[in-house]
């Protein structure tokens, strides 16, 4: 377990030795002889451990450490001193320090406290990401549409290759984005996600690369911004397409650099993070317009993955309306409900505009609206009346067949709402009456006993 590490001392011969010993274990060490200049370390460089000596000509080691929390800076910091007694142990805890060592100290002690500390700081950055996936969906199917997407992220994962997931919204972009970041080498990293359409275009450069105090009005406190936090690990750009033009310039040079400039700060920082982009709009169609650019397009567009809607793989959602409501009832400690034959016969051909998304939605609706069966009559109430997208009975085939289908079921549903009046619902659907009776008849529609069971 490598470590990077910022050795502060006014000794030169210790500094040495604690660099050397650090060193010979495999961990990087920076060694630095004044406040002032582990002040300009720390802002413009990441480190996951401080050593400071405590006793230093000017500003002391736990002044520096007071003014490292004041600056937001979060690394932990282990102080160190030869002069060490109870008072000054307890106001360096106070202040945040992680350990405090006594002088002189054994390298076995040295490497120990660095092995313990980056455990801790990494089992909490994890428990921290499992908090955050308490209720996050997993990748759930059984399609042949699925299965091909899935094996393309088991290519792509254990590459740094740019990845650009493609689809409509709520077709679970962010969820494939994670299975890229965890099948990947920097699963033990974090995994940072960002939606460009939900932050207002003046606060998006704070929100990606950071500010210091005081940067610009209301800057309280120094804020490290999206791709810091994603050291190591990944940073999931959703909805890039929606990326002001401004923002877009200024992420192709990060892109290009692989360092940040945080907000009034004096310096960039370098970065290490793979990038992983998503968007429901079509990119090209961007380009050609304007409104993204194309070198930042080249740069992100390197594997398409296209995540296709939930209509075009109607074989998972008997399995994904299972697993929603599995998930319900846990996080509710309800019953599970089953789901009628006809029912699910509906959900399965309905449209599903607002994709897997919607559907778990709609699985938690029917199990509040449900008695002791989730049937079709439940269904079809909580689906929107106002929805162009119920398509009964579509079910799959070729285009031809669907849209045979589709124009028997509307024709179907405007004669019995014309009272199979056939004059009145060939004026509706702007046909002649004649072509009416025609068309029904190719499509094997039989007005007299679908009018008969109508009636009856």
Not at 34 to 49: G, P, Q, Y
Not at 113 to 125: D, P, S
Not at 171 to 178: D, I, P
Not at 311 to 324: A, E, G, S
Request: hydrophobic share 45%.
């Amino acid at each position: 377990m490598k470590a990077s590490l910022l050795l502060i001392d006014d000794e030169p011969a210790t500094l040495a030795s604690l660099a050397r010993a650090f060193r010979l274990a495999g961990h990087t060490a920076t060694v630095c002889d004044n406040a002032s200049k582990a002040i300009e370390l720390v802002t413009s460089t990441h480190f996951d451990l401080i050593f400071s000596d405590v006793v230093m000509p000017g500003k002391d080691g736990l002044t520096l450490l007071a003014e490292f929390r004041s600056l937001g800076i979060t690394t932990p910091v282990v102080m160190m001193s030869g002069q060490a007694h109870i008072e000054m142990a307890v106001r360096a805890t106070k202040l945040g320090a992680l350990d405090f060592l006594e002088k002189p100290i054994s390298t076995e002690k040295l490497l120990l406290t660095v092995e313990n500390a980056v455990k801790l700081e990494r089992l909490e950055a994890e428990n921290h990401r499992l908090r955050e996936r308490l209720g996050k969906h997993e990748i759930v199917w059984s399609s042949e549409a699925m299965r091909k997407v899935l094996a393309q992220i088991e290519r792509v994962a254990a590459t740094e290759t740019r990845v650009c997931i493609l689809g409509e919204t709520g077709t679970g972009k962010e969820l494939v984005a994670r299975a890229l970041h965890e099948k990947s080498p920097r699963s033990s990293g974090p995994f940072v996600a960002v939606n460009c359409a939900a932050i207002p275009a003046e606060l998006i450069e704070s929100e990606l690369f950071g500010h210091e105090k005081g940067s610009f009005t209301g800057a309280a406190a120094r804020h490290l911004g999206k791709f810091e936090q994603a050291e190591h690990g990944t940073l999931f750009l959703d909805e890039i397409g929606d990326m002001p033009l401004p923002m877009q310039a200024k992420l192709l040079r990060v892109l290009e650099e692989a360092e940040v400039e945080r907000l009034g700060a004096a310096k960039p920082i370098r970065v290490d993070v793979r990038m992983v982009v998503a968007t429901h709009r079509n990119l090209e169609e961007l380009v050609r317009q304007g409104k993204f650019r194309q070198d930042l397009f080249h740069r992100v567009f390197v594997f398409p993955l296209f995540l296709p809607p939930l209509r075009d793989r109607r074989d998972d959602i008997r399995v994904l309306v299972n697993h929603f409501q599995a998930q319900i009832c846990s996080q509710n400690n309800w019953k599970a409900v089953p789901f009628a034959a006809d029912a699910m016969e509906i959900l399965e051909h309905y449209c599903w505009p607002g994709n897997v998304r919607e559907l778990r939605n709609m699985v938690e609706r029917l199990m509040l609206l449900a008695q002791e069966t989730v049937d079709a009559a439940t269904v079809r109430s909580a689906i929107p009346a106002s929805s162009d997208a119920i398509v009964p009975g579509l079910g799959s085939g070729s285009l031809a067949e669907r849209v045979q289908r589709f124009e028997r079921e509307v024709i179907l549903a405007e004669l019995k709402r014309a009272g199979f009046h056939m004059t009145n619902a060939a004026r509706t659907l702007g046909l002649e009456r004649s072509h009416l009776y025609k068309k029904a008849e190719q499509l094997g529609l039989n007005i007299q006993k679908e009018k008969r069971e109508e009636e009856s």
